[in-house]
């Protein structure tokens, strides 16, 4: 096990070379930011954050996060403005960008690194007016609380989180993100005490002190926000994942879990696979994200009512105007035939009228309970063919979300998993149709 991490480290630390090129970047690009802030009197200060500040990011991957502080007096209308007149000024010879938090940011990618300008106001501890403005208060945190070594474990955790696909806490991921990666190992101590615990944790695990109750599968309080839990941005299915990876690497200790490997899809499996994609006006990943995650929930309701039996669903995007709506199917055929259950036929009127609204039907019949049923042919029995009726006939009442209503209204494809070409679909359908081998074939 000591050879692994030892092999884990070489990868996740950057040398200090990378080190060198990444800080003289940062200070070019902090210079950058601090040339435009002169031109409002609302800003008090720009400061780096994230991981870069905290010393805790990973070799050959990197997120510059600058935060541009302005006065608390601020109001929200002027304080997006300035946020983005500051970010897209500065950042005007790398093609910046705008992304959504809670308030918009500019991003731009500039040596192959991904740039963050952050707008945030100047408060004191606990008087937050932005999500962005404990961030300053994070970087803080772990520099008193972790130290070199610390840190380093950090990374080792990031690395794993990595490898076996949940790091991250954007809506794509909805993974552990990196302050979530930090404050874990500040509570345990190393990595190896932290996967230790994740073995055996438990439904609702609380880790910090609550002020009051969440209802998530893990619970991580924020070390300076007791009213925040980290642990929403984590989903369900995310946590378990994590529990069976740490248990996994346990039981045998590898350097793949630290190396993300390609799923491939199950061909078996694609024959089972619906698609629906469809291209979309360009806007914010965070947003579109989030759209075609609701609409892929809301269509997998609708397919169980029609009696088809969702296992799995997915959703994915290019970012730029592709998007897709993937469900893994017990069948994309169903039986022709239902059974409607009715009433006892001692309920005299609601027998009489199950009776005529189903006089129509093949068979009508009293059961051994007494009890009326009836069996109806189905109006589709092929998924294709009911999705495309339902899309058709109404997004809203299917479910879709309004913010992509008008982007399918200007056409959609249904299409099987073998039938797919696009290579941000095919890789959705990797992961829904694939086992991942690191969590579950260790666990054999």
Not at 129 to 155: C, M, P, Q, W, Y
Not at 372 to 390: A, G, N
Not at 418 to 435: D, N, P, R, W
Request: glycine content about 8%; charged content about 25%.
């Amino acid at each position: 096990m000591r050879n692994v991490l030892e092999q884990a480290r070489k990868i996740s630390i950057p040398t200090r070379q990378e080190e060198e090129k990444i800080g003289i970047l940062a200070e070019n690009l902090l210079t950058l930011v601090k040339k435009e802030i002169v031109k409002y009197p609302e800003i008090t200060s720009v400061e780096l954050g994230g991981s870069y500040a905290k010393g805790t990011w990973l070799k050959g991957n990197l997120d510059l996060d600058i935060f541009v502080k302005m006065k608390k007096e601020t109001d929200e209308k002027r304080f997006e403005e300035i946020g983005r007149k500051i970010g897209f000024e500065s950042m005007k010879k790398f093609h910046p960008y705008v992304r959504y938090s809670e308030h918009p940011y500019v991003e731009a990618v500039v040596q192959d690194t991904k740039v963050n300008v952050v707008p945030c106001y100047d408060v004191e501890k606990g008087q937050w007016k932005s999500a962005a403005d404990r961030s300053s208060f994070h970087t803080k945190f772990i520099l008193e609380k972790l130290d070199a070594e610390g840190k380093n474990e950090v990374r080792l955790l990031k690395k794993f989180l990595g490898g076996v696909g949940i790091y991250g806490a954007e809506i794509a991921i909805e993974g552990f993100g990196g302050y979530v990666s930090e404050v874990l190992i500040y509570h345990y101590g190393s990595f190896m005490k932290m996967l230790e615990a994740a073995a055996n944790f438990s439904q609702g695990q609380t880790i910090g002190n609550p002020t009051k109750k969440f209802e998530t599968s893990l619970v991580l309080i924020d070390p300076i926000d007791s009213n925040r839990n980290l642990g929403t941005a984590i989903s369900a299915q995310n946590f378990g994942k994590f529990i069976l990876a740490a248990r996994a690497y346990l039981k045998k200790p590898s350097l793949e879990f630290f190396n993300s490997k390609k799923l491939l899809p199950k061909t078996k499996s694609l024959k089972n696979v619906l698609v629906v994609k469809f291209n979309y006006k360009h806007r914010s990943p965070d947003i579109i994200w989030g759209q075609v995650k609701r609409g892929a929930s809301a269509l997998s309701g609708q397919l169980e009512l029609g009696g088809f039996q969702v296992l799995r669903k997915s959703a994915t995007t290019d970012e730029k105007s592709e998007a897709a709506m993937l469900f893994l199917l017990q069948s994309t055929i169903i039986e022709k035939f239902m059974v409607k259950n009715g009433p006892e036929v001692f309920r005299k009127p609601e027998s009489e009228n199950f009776i005529l609204r189903n006089s129509k039907n093949e068979i009508t019949w009293v059961d051994d309970q007494g009890r009326i049923l009836s069996l109806q042919q189905r109006e589709f029995h092929d998924v294709k063919k009911f999705l495309h009726s339902l899309l058709k006939r109404n997004l809203s009442k299917a479910g879709i979300p309004s913010g992509i209503i008008s982007d399918m209204k200007r056409g959609f494809v249904i299409s099987g998993g073998h039938q797919v070409t696009s290579k941000s679909i095919k890789k959705a359908l990797a992961e829904l149709t694939s086992t991942n081998e690191l969590i579950f074939g260790s666990n054999k």
